[in-house]
């Protein structure tokens, strides 16, 4: 029995990635993404988060770092220190944090650029329909990516990487550097597209409030382990997380530095 009764579509099992041959940035890392799910990976700066992404979109070569415990599935298959290219066609898409555009390409030159010749015709199609997501960008086509505000260059970061047309979309940090307002909007273009396209999303974030606003599962990784995982609601429920992620301390228990260290070292999923 599956979380939502679906299929299973990812599953990341003891994983240990290494940089260098001598760096573990995870250890043993274990998480599963249902089809149809939208699963958030929360965790600080250095927890790993990044390290796993990257792990399962094949980008872990361009750092000279491998997956050398354990092992990545997607639909079946074992993909662990595939290539990029070669884990797109497999039906991942990986849409990178900081909204990379080719800044010096239009909107439509960056949403054609990924499409080969022989089927840019049928993709124009494509494109139209996927705009009707984002009218930001359908008013900026003509304009150079370079000119985009941060949340227009995320919406054509997500725009390229559904045309690849993925089973599974990896987000990284979708918020970074990005006002509340306009995070609120792009995590609500997300569920409309998980709705309406049939997108599963692994969702990587610091921003565990806007993540888990859109998720039906979570995970927390610390020092690059997997040390609480549960439903949106569980994470949201828990104290560790309201107090370390969400910012709602319990300040009578707080009532020094000290105490506010020593609890930070044992905290609650670690007893």
């Not at 579509?9 to 990635?17: A, D, H, P, S, Y």
Request: aromatic residues 8%; glycine residues 10%.
């Amino acid at each position: 029995m599956t979380r939502n009764g679906g299929e299973g579509l990812l599953n990341v099992e003891n994983m240990g990635v290494v940089y260098n041959n001598v760096s573990a940035a995870t250890h043993g890392v274990s998480l599963k993404v249902y089809k149809n799910e939208i699963v958030a990976l929360l965790g600080t700066n250095g927890a790993g988060k990044s390290s796993a992404l990257k792990a399962i979109s094949g980008f872990l070569g361009i750092d000279n770092a491998r997956v050398v415990e354990g092992f990545i599935e997607f639909k079946g298959e074992r993909i662990q220190n595939q290539p990029p290219h070669a884990i797109t066609l497999k039906g991942i898409a990986l849409v990178p944090e900081w909204g990379k555009v080719f800044e010096n390409l239009t909107v439509e030159e960056n949403l054609e650029v990924c499409v080969p010749a022989a089927k840019r015709q049928v993709k124009k199609q494509d494109i139209a329909q996927l705009l009707e997501y984002f009218p930001p960008l359908q008013k900026a086509k003509k304009r150079l990516a370079g000119y985009l505000s941060g949340g227009e260059r995320q919406m054509l970061s997500i725009s390229t990487a559904l045309l690849c047309k993925p089973d599974l979309l990896l987000v990284d940090e979708l918020s970074l550097g990005l006002a509340p307002v306009i995070v609120d909007e792009l995590m609500g273009l997300l569920k409309i597209i998980r709705d309406e396209q049939g997108v599963t999303i692994l969702l990587v974030e610091q921003n565990a409030l806007a993540a888990l606003g859109i998720a039906d599962y979570g995970y927390v990784i610390e020092n690059g382990r997997i040390v609480f995982a549960g439903t949106a609601g569980t994470l949201l429920s828990h104290k560790d997380i309201q107090e370390f992620y969400l910012g709602q301390a319990d300040r009578e228990s707080r009532t020094s530095y000290r105490d506010v260290k020593q609890y930070r070292r044992t905290r609650r999923w670690y007893g």
